[in-house]
């Protein structure tokens, strides 16, 4: 895992592929949970009866925004950064699903550091993350992540 405490260590790595993290299981009651959480509660994510008889799965599959939802325990996994004052979610750009997660297949996420901009303190990274399934070895997810951080003096 990569440590940084400043945007000086950070921009080191623009450019760079950070690595892989740990893979996390998506099971039906992660599933689920995340139907309840959202109100989404589409067939196709939560009943594992019809799904095995009409969906082209043969089972359910998982959210795509439970997917995209997984992106910071991923993103903890690859990278850690410290002596932070605050940080934000500030974007998303160019997500694209790919293929769908079935219910209790691995996902894990790869992450190369595009850009680091000093905007007057406010540190802004954009990261080209991809979430893999396990199983497949296909892309579930890909996109752009962009981070703003404030790092402590």
């Known amino acids: 895992m990569i440590q940084v405490k400043s945007y000086e260590e950070l921009a080191r790595y623009e450019g760079q592929e950070l690595g892989r993290s740990q893979s996390v299981h998506v099971t039906q009651e992660r599933i689920n949970q995340f139907a309840d959480a959202t ?11 019809r799904c095995r008889r009409e969906s ?12 995209l939802a997984l992106l910071p ?3 903890g996994q690859i990278i850690e950064v410290g002596n932070l004052e605050r940080q934000m979610n500030y974007g998303m750009d160019r997500l ?14 790869t992450a ?3 850009e680091v901009a000093n905007l ?5 990274t954009t990261v080209h993350i991809t979430i893999w399934i396990e199983e497949t070895g296909k892309k579930a997810l890909d996109g752009l992540a962009t981070f703003v951080y404030y790092f402590g003096k």
């Open 56 to 67: 082209p799965f043969g089972q359910t599959i998982a959210h795509g925004y439970l997917t």
């Open 120 to 124: 007057r303190g406010a540190i802004k």
């Open 39 to 49: 109100l989404d509660h589409q067939w196709i994510h939560v009943d594992e009866e």
């Open 96 to 109: 694209k699903f790919a293929q769908p997660v079935l219910s209790g297949q691995h996902v894990s996420m």
């Open 73 to 75: 325990v991923l993103w």
């Open 112 to 114: 190369r550091l595009e």
